[in-house]
């Protein structure tokens, strides 16, 4: 792995902590987290395949251009998930309790809305909080992060190994 790699992929994982730090800021709704999140594993993905072509001499095939490809996603995906620990830990340590509160309150309001008894909102509220302990814990979100981004970086590794296959000059060399 040469520098520049290193070097870039920092970059691209600077540029998403940005982003978070953005929507943040400016009360953006963090539903549009994967947005930017899948196009900078996109980057990442084809960056790593671009990058082993560059710095190599040997002759590619399929498998090459998928491990070079997959290493820069996950490379990404890891650098992403230490971030999303950091954030919800450290960050803004209170943005996963009012997420909960809020969302625990639309389910009560949407269950007593609609005339549910009270045994269905006791019993709805206290599924909803089990989940809660289990799901909305940084390090947990963390896991789930990295999990996700390597699983899309998988699949555009995928992706970018067929298209450089059949059309080599996708990746120059």
């Known amino acids: 792995m040469s520098k ?10 600077l540029v998403a902590i940005i982003c978070r ?3 943040e ?7 549009y987290t994967w947005s930017y999140l899948s196009l900078l594993t996109i980057v990442a993905t084809y960056f790593g395949i671009y990058s082993q072509r560059q710095n190599s001499t040997e002759s590619f095939d399929f498998m090459m251009d998928f491990k070079g490809a997959a290493q820069g996603g996950a490379f990404f995906a890891l650098g992403y998930g230490i971030f999303t620990y950091i954030f919800y830990k450290i960050i803004h340590p209170h943005f996963l309790e009012t997420f909960i509160a809020t969302r625990r309150q639309d389910i009560l309001n ?3 809305n609609s005339n549910e008894s009270q045994e269905t909102i006791q019993a709805a509220t206290e599924n909803f909080n089990s989940f809660a302990e289990m799901i909305y814990v940084p ?19 995928l992706i970018f190994s067929l298209i450089t296959k059949f059309l080599p000059k996708f990746v120059n060399q």
């Open 21 to 23: 730090l953005s929507l």
């Open 139 to 157: 390090g947990n979100l963390a896991i789930i992060t990295v999990t996700s981004l390597t699983f899309m970086s998988l699949f555009y590794a």
């Open 4 to 13: 520049n790699y290193s070097t870039s992929i920092l970059g691209i994982i």
């Open 110 to 112: 949407s269950l007593s």
């Open 25 to 31: 800021t400016l009360e953006i709704d963090w539903s």
